[in-house]
């Protein structure tokens, strides 16, 4: 049985998949399958997948409906680990060797990501945080820093918890499997260095469907405080419930944006967390 399966979702991604194929099987760590699932493309972009003859490539054709082809590659992964890809980008060779390393010695995290770096450029994406989080939760109130193509996570763990993408939050779904993980107790570790190159183009997600990201972003994040004040107890959540409900109150009037109050509510959490560790 494989260590890793790599889940690579394919929709019409054109010259670019056979590139981001190439990036997977040149990996120095092998003991993997490849998990490409063909979400309903017409253009053809599969048809080279012909000419490969490996082993470790396993390919379901299915139709269109992104949510639910991710689902189906959760629920047929094989390995103990799962990694995320994306069909126009490009693993660096040791990425998978790097992160199966991490979560052997540390059984402890549930997923560990990386940096990425922008094809063709120097630019570093989603820098600055790095090691091994206990807590993430709060650090989510600003906003989605796991690059999703970068992620391994555990395998026994989502299924335990009965995780999966949702469809409610399509063009974000990653940042509320990530907010489920956080809110049941799971760990992040972050390598500080880029394990993928990350294509930039006018299609993308977050360009072409921004406002739908914003809204079930926003979402997301007011669901991740909710959790975070219930969690809390005696005085301290009885504060914050009224602190919330002023904070909606200014929001009303115009005097405080939800940036605002989520880095509000970001700063206050982590004085918590801090006093609780020490």
Same mark, same amino acid.
């Given at each position: ?19 981001? !194929?190439?990036? %997977?099987? #040149?990996?120095?760590?092998?003991? +993997? ?11 053809? #972009? ?10 470790? %490539? ?7 409906? +992104? ?115 956080? #809110? ?15 294509? !930039?183009?006018?299609?993308? !997600? ?41 904070? %909606? ?30």
């Amino acid at each position: 049985m494989p260590t890793v399966s790599v889940l690579l979702p394919v929709y019409n991604a054109g010259r670019y998949l056979q590139e981001s !194929v190439e990036s %997977i099987l #040149c990996q120095t760590y092998t003991s +993997y399958e490849l998990l490409i699932l063909d979400d309903g493309s017409t253009d053809g #972009c599969t048809d080279f997948l012909t000419g490969i003859s490996d082993e470790r %490539i396993r390919f379901v054709k299915r139709k269109h409906n +992104y949510i639910k082809t991710l689902n189906y590659g959760l629920s047929i992964a094989r390995g103990k680990y799962i990694a995320r890809m994306d069909a126009d980008d490009k693993m660096f060779p040791t990425r998978l060797a790097e992160q199966v390393k991490i979560l052997d010695e540390n059984p402890e995290i549930t997923i560990c990501c990386s940096y990425m770096q922008q094809m063709g450029g120097s630019d570093i994406y989603n820098s600055g945080i790095q090691g091994t989080l206990n807590h993430f939760a709060h650090l989510l109130l600003l906003g989605n820093f796991i690059s999703h193509p970068t992620v391994m996570v555990r395998t026994d763990y989502l299924r335990n918890n009965h995780l999966e993408y949702r469809h409610r939050y399509i063009y974000a779904e990653d940042y509320w499997l990530w907010s489920e993980i956080a #809110c049941s107790g799971g760990k992040l570790h972050i390598i500080p260095k880029p394990l993928l190159e990350y294509r !930039v183009s006018e299609n993308q !997600v977050s360009r072409v469907h921004y406002k739908k990201q914003t809204e079930a972003a926003n979402k997301i994040r007011n669901r991740l405080l909710n959790y975070l004040i219930e969690r809390q107890t005696g005085k301290t959540r009885l504060h914050l419930k009224k602190l919330y409900n002023a904070y %909606i109150l200014l929001n009303e009037d115009g005097l405080l944006d939800d940036t605002q109050i989520f880095y509000s509510f970001y700063q206050l959490f982590s004085n918590i967390i801090a006093e609780d560790e020490d």
